[in-house]
């Protein structure tokens, strides 16, 4: 593996990377503090699209850490940011699967998000957006995907199956769109990593180039896949959903693999003094 160089940036994953569900992974406070000491500017990029910027904000600073508005990005504001270039706002109606997190984003761009039962007379939405729901009804399912088969566009903020938990990994955003592409035979355009959407909107906010920032991530077919198809490189932290093993059966791999923060954390120091 190249040594651990040129580093500028960090775009780094939050679930199976900082924490587990609710509990701080070990090593977060060090972690931030050697980011600070260093002055190494980050963006928090996650998949999860079901709290808010502000509700990131208070997880991290619950857990002992302080970060700006301006170091998250999550897919649900990936995917308001991306569709705004798209189309106008103001004159877009969506239907939405998921939480604040999700909603919130979409609201602050101007979207109308529409929420009336569908019927034959219906004005279709111009999109539905499908994100991590822990609120999920068939109801919700059932409405979508009479929009999208009316002619809807169908947006995923992200595709993870899964979603790292203190208990253990349980059903992601992947699962639920799974449900709506086999009712309606419509696959998503999907936002969030692996996509390079995303990780290319941080790159843009951290103004810095591509080759002299790393992606952090625990999971082989998002936070990873995204870098290799981003072209920036890549730590893999065996924290979280992905494990060596899982590198046997795929064609890229992470620049580099450490087993937890406090690894990381070693390696930055390390690279910051050679």
Partial sequence: MQALTNIHALIIDMDGVLWEGTRALPGLKAFFGLLRQQKLPFILATNNASLTQAQYINKLQSMGVIVSANEILTSSMATAHYLSEQVNPCDTRVLVIGEEGLRQPLLDKGFTIINTPFSKQSKVA????????????????A???LHICAG????ASNADTTLPTERGPVLGNGAILA???????????????PEAIMYQQAINILGVAPDQTIAIGDRLNTDILGAVNTGI?????????????????IDYQPTWILPDLPAITAALQLANHQ
Avoid: Y
């Fill in 179 to 193: 449900a709506l592409a086999s009712a309606t035979k419509v696959s998503p355009t999907i936002i969030g990593k």
């Fill in 152 to 155: 809807a566009k169908f947006i």
């Fill in 126 to 141: 111009d999109f539905v957006i499908c994100g991590l729901d822990r609120h999920l009804t068939w109801n919700k399912l």
């Fill in 143 to 145: 409405e979508a995907s």
């Fill in 233 to 249: 490189r890549s730590i893999m932290v065996l924290t979280g959903i992905s494990s060596e093993q899982d590198l046997m059966s």
